[in-house]
């Protein structure tokens, strides 16, 4: 039947070869040509015939960034201490794999363990893990807040070569005595200089001048309520010792009357190290006004202060040898007395200081009175006399290198229904900025930050 079939369609075939272009049938013995044969293209004569019988040129590429590029961008995203603060930079380990190493080193500069909990995930999954021990060397900050239980440094002991910030929140190390091995470790962080203690609770001043010492480069002190069991004698720490050699320290006073409060002693025993020659950079903050603590060592480091700032001062601080700040370049202060008298001691203050290095003036907690009304505010300095007084003075051949003077202001609402329109309109301070150039013509350095209050 098939035979049949194809002998009666080839003479079909045949008719239809000078229509369709088909060739003919051969026997099977002659080898069959190839059915597709090459035909010219037309020759292209208009525009218009290219348009048609062009073939589309492909898309240009975006263009690419080189790796190091992309590395150095991602060095600059910001990691914070929250869920939101690092969501940035886990998308950025997600978009390729490229990106993995960059994002995870920017994530592992800057390691917080808040608790007991995230203590434990770390140890586990980052610290005994033998693919994530490698990134331990690049941590260069570490915050270790609450984690009451155990203090986790023990466990990382000779795996941060590059650590350089160490801060401890809220350690109670009289309930949990700490580890023998934390001393060792200590002494293992070759590169840390900065050590920030806030909240902290040791089992003594000898144990807090243990951690002082064993660190072979600290170099910024930061400690703010900080108590310890009270010391009968406290200068039996005082002799010589080869460190600290401070450059930086910053101390914050809940209250000078605390028996246990660390930071008289503290500051007694700083006076009698090589601190006492090295320590450039001075920040005293307290609730209240300045205890005799602070004013004597300030006494003790004024001659090479260059950055000095303090809270709460008293009329104490007018009797330190400020003319001996000879090298000083930032000034800082909050004075505890109100209206006029801000401004006469500051100008007594200004008096003394030679200022041949002053570059930054800066003057915090300064009242102003506010009288709101329904469409504009009335403001004014409070002791503007007082405000015109220091015209001459910064404006002598002593403060020629003076290149900020700014005012850090409270204002007093006098309506406090209008408190929310005063509080989000900035012509309050664009007044008061108005204000003190007129008092003070000769200075073009002036600046105003704004603290709104409601009395």
Same mark, same amino acid.
């Given at each position: 039947?098939?035979?049949?079939?194809?002998?009666?369609?080839?003479?079909?075939?045949?008719?239809?070869?000078?229509?369709?272009?088909?060739?003919?049938?051969?026997?099977?013995?002659?080898?069959?040509?190839?059915?597709?044969?090459?035909?010219?293209?037309?020759?292209?004569?208009?525009?218009?015939?290219?348009?048609?019988?062009?073939?589309?040129?492909?898309?240009?590429?975006?263009?690419?960034?080189?790796?190091?590029?992309?590395?150095?961008?991602?060095?600059?995203?910001?990691?914070?201490? =929250?869920?939101?603060?690092?969501?940035?930079?886990?998308?950025?380990?997600?978009?390729?794999?490229?990106?993995? @190493?960059?994002?995870?080193?920017?994530?592992?500069?800057?390691?917080?363990?808040?608790?007991?909990?995230?203590?434990?995930?770390?140890?586990?999954?980052?610290?005994?893990?033998?693919?994530?021990?490698?990134?331990?060397?690049?941590?260069?900050?570490?915050?270790?807040?609450?984690?009451?239980?155990?203090?986790?440094?023990?466990?990382?002991?000779?795996?941060?070569?590059?650590?350089?910030?160490?801060?401890?929140?809220?350690?109670?190390?009289?309930?949990?005595?700490?580890?023998?091995?934390?001393?060792?470790?200590?002494?293992?962080?070759?590169?840390?200089?900065?050590?920030?203690?806030?909240?902290?609770?040791?089992?003594?001043?000898?144990?807090?001048?243990?951690?002082?010492?064993?660190?072979?480069?600290?170099?910024?002190?930061?400690?703010?309520?900080?108590?310890?069991?009270?010391?009968?004698?406290?200068?039996?720490?005082?002799?010589?010792?080869?460190?600290?050699?401070?450059?930086?320290?910053?101390?914050?006073?809940?209250?000078?009357?605390?028996?246990?409060?660390?930071?008289?002693?503290?500051?007694?025993?700083?006076?009698?190290?090589?601190?006492?020659?090295?320590?450039?950079?001075?920040?005293?903050?307290?609730?209240?006004?300045?205890?005799?603590?602070?004013?004597?060592?300030?006494?003790?480091?004024?001659?090479?202060?260059?950055?000095?700032?303090?809270?709460?001062?008293?009329?104490?601080?007018?009797?330190?040898?400020?003319?001996?700040?000879?090298?000083?370049?930032?000034?800082?202060?909050?004075?505890?007395?109100?209206?006029?008298?801000?401004?006469?001691?500051?100008?007594?203050?200004?008096?003394?200081?030679?200022?041949?290095?002053?570059?930054?003036?800066?003057?915090?907690?300064? @009242?102003?009175?506010?009288? =709101?009304?329904?469409?504009?505010?009335?403001?004014?300095?409070?002791?503007?006399?007082?405000?015109?007084?220091?015209?001459?003075?910064?404006?002598?051949?002593?403060?020629?290198?003076?290149?900020?003077?700014?005012?850090?202001?409270?204002?007093?609402?006098?309506?406090?229904?209008?408190?929310?329109?005063?509080?989000?309109?900035?012509?309050?301070?664009?007044?008061?900025?108005?204000?003190?150039?007129?008092?003070?013509?000769?200075?073009?350095?002036?600046?105003?930050?704004?603290?709104?209050?409601?009395?």
């Amino acid at each position: 039947m098939i035979r049949k079939a194809s002998k009666g369609i080839f003479p079909k075939l045949s008719a239809l070869q000078d229509i369709c272009c088909l060739p003919a049938p051969r026997p099977k013995s002659q080898p069959s040509p190839a059915l597709i044969q090459y035909v010219p293209a037309p020759e292209i004569t208009t525009s218009e015939d290219l348009e048609v019988t062009s073939s589309p040129q492909p898309r240009p590429r975006a263009p690419v960034l080189p790796p190091e590029s992309i590395d150095h961008i991602i060095s600059f995203v910001e990691v914070k201490f =929250s869920l939101q603060g690092t969501e940035t930079i886990l998308n950025c380990a997600l978009v390729s794999q490229s990106w993995v @190493p960059a994002s995870r080193l920017r994530l592992f500069q800057r390691i917080q363990l808040r608790g007991p909990r995230q203590y434990n995930l770390f140890n586990t999954n980052i610290v005994r893990s033998a693919l994530m021990q490698p990134w331990l060397t690049h941590i260069r900050s570490i915050t270790v807040d609450n984690c009451a239980r155990r203090f986790p440094l023990p466990d990382l002991a000779n795996r941060l070569p590059n650590l350089r910030f160490l801060y401890i929140i809220g350690a109670d190390w009289i309930r949990t005595p700490l580890h023998p091995r934390v001393w060792g470790t200590f002494s293992s962080l070759s590169v840390l200089h900065t050590l920030a203690l806030n909240a902290c609770r040791l089992p003594s001043f000898a144990a807090l001048c243990r951690l002082l010492t064993v660190l072979p480069h600290l170099r910024d002190l930061h400690i703010s309520a900080v108590t310890c069991p009270a010391l009968r004698h406290p200068l039996m720490f005082a002799h010589q010792r080869s460190r600290p050699a401070l450059s930086g320290l910053s101390m914050f006073m809940m209250s000078s009357g605390d028996p246990d409060n660390v930071a008289d002693t503290l500051l007694d025993w700083l006076a009698r190290t090589p601190t006492r020659r090295s320590l450039k950079a001075l920040k005293l903050e307290s609730e209240k006004p300045w205890p005799d603590s602070y004013v004597r060592f300030v006494r003790e480091v004024a001659p090479r202060l260059t950055v000095l700032q303090g809270s709460k001062i008293t009329a104490d601080f007018l009797r330190l040898p400020i003319s001996e700040m000879v090298d000083l370049g930032h000034l800082s202060l909050q004075f505890d007395d109100e209206g006029e008298a801000i401004w006469r001691d500051l100008a007594s203050v200004l008096a003394q200081l030679q200022g041949r290095e002053l570059r930054a003036l800066v003057l915090q907690q300064v @009242p102003v009175r506010i009288n =709101s009304g329904i469409d504009n505010y009335d403001v004014h300095v409070v002791g503007p006399d007082g405000v015109a007084q220091l015209g001459p003075i910064l404006a002598s051949e002593r403060f020629q290198k003076l290149l900020l003077v700014r005012f850090d202001f409270v204002g007093k609402v006098t309506d406090k229904n209008l408190m929310m329109k005063w509080y989000r309109s900035r012509k309050v301070a664009v007044q008061v900025l108005h204000e003190l150039r007129l008092l003070l013509p000769k200075l073009h350095v002036i600046q105003v930050a704004w603290d709104p209050t409601c009395s």
